[in-house]
């Protein structure tokens, strides 16, 4: 099994800066991408940034010079430095990591269990 804690949600003001964070943990003998997807109320869950073991990076326009993603390949964590906060950022945030868990075998999605995180003065 695979598990995948996040920390580091919560409540920001508009303008204001959080940092997210997502550990993996359990029956990992890889991970390929990490990344984080954020779904709004009544909205669909939509892609926030990725990122592969090498460190390639890929992050939705709308947050694209505001926030940063990292991971540490060594501890199986993502990190995501959310900057210039805005009220539209307000969602739950999911992290996920695609797994392999023997060295033949595919990459398999795995999802945190969410952290909110609202923008509001």
């Known amino acids: 099994q695979v598990q995948l804690v996040e920390s580091g949600g919560g409540l920001v003001q508009p303008g204001g800066s959080l940092g997210l964070s997502c550990a993996a943990s359990?029956?990992?003998?890889?991970?390929?991408?990490m990344g984080w997807y954020r779904q709004a109320p009544g909205k669909q869950r939509d892609l926030v940034a990725t990122?592969?073991?090498?460190?390639?990076?890929n992050y939705a326009d709308s947050v694209k010079g505001r926030f940063t993603i990292s991971r540490d390949n060594a501890k199986n964590t993502v990190h995501l430095q959310m900057n210039s906060l805005k009220p539209e950022d307000t969602a739950v945030y999911y992290c996920?990591?695609?797994?392999?868990?023997?060295?033949?075998?595919?990459?398999?999605?795995?999802w945190g269990q969410g952290t909110q995180v609202t923008v509001s003065s």
């Open positions: 359990g029956s990992i003998f890889s991970i390929t991408t």
């Open positions: 990122i592969t073991s090498d460190g390639s990076t």
């Open positions: 996920f990591a695609g797994v392999k868990q023997r060295r033949w075998s595919g990459a398999v999605a795995y």
